[in-house]
């Protein structure tokens, strides 16, 4: 059985192959996002510190949004779900950090917890199709050309990763807890 920490994050594999390995790092990151969103109210995860206007749950909104745009919109292949379609992108390139704002953290905490949970789908729907290979089969990106489920994977230990950065900031100045 995987260990879990003090916060109920359950570690990566240490001798786990290679998907393994990609998708215990991918939800490690996700459930320290998971962590450092917790507990907060409503006005605290609306918190900025200037001069940056970013907030935890313009955060949590904006990865709803980026596990939409990898997982189902590239990888699955599909358009892009609302409320990310009827949004005019080029009029408000930060729609999804500024709305959140008008968001519960109820909300927001269910918007990403509910886009997570459709990238795991899309996953394991593609390892059931493709098995190993999928790691390497390519699916269009509308800007960048074809893009690996590997590459994917590890965009997004990244993406989860230099934002978990701001959201440990973000949360040591709301109420001083930090950590890793």
């Known amino acids: 059985m995987a260990e879990t920490d003090e916060h109920g994050r359950v570690e ?12 215990g790092f991918l939800d490690y990151q996700r459930a320290t996002l998971a962590w450092k969103c917790s507990g907060l109210s409503d006005g605290q995860l609306r918190v900025a510190i200037p001069p940056s206007s970013l907030t935890l749950g313009g955060l949590l909104k904006h990865m709803a949004l980026v596990e939409d745009n990898w997982f189902s919109r590239v990888l699955a292949e ?3 779900p609302e409320p990310w379609a009827s949004v005019d992108w080029a009029a408000h390139p930060d729609w999804e950090l500024t709305s959140a704002a ?8 269910s918007l990403w917890a509910a886009r997570v949970e459709a990238s795991r789908v899309v996953v394991a729907r593609e390892l059931e199709q493709h098995g190993p290979a999928a790691l390497g089969r390519t699916h269009p990106h509308p800007h960048h050309g074809p893009m690996s489920m590997r590459w ?6 990244e993406e ?21």
């Open 160 to 180: 989860y990763a230099r934002h978990n950065g701001h959201a440990d900031f973000l949360r040591e100045s709301i109420d001083g807890a930090t950590g890793e």
């Open 12 to 23: 990566p594999p240490q001798d786990g192959d290679e998907l393994a390995t990609l998708l």
């Open 152 to 157: 994917i994977l590890v965009h997004m230990i």
């Open 102 to 109: 008008a968001d519960t953290g109820e909300t927001l905490r």
């Open 78 to 80: 599909q358009p892009r």
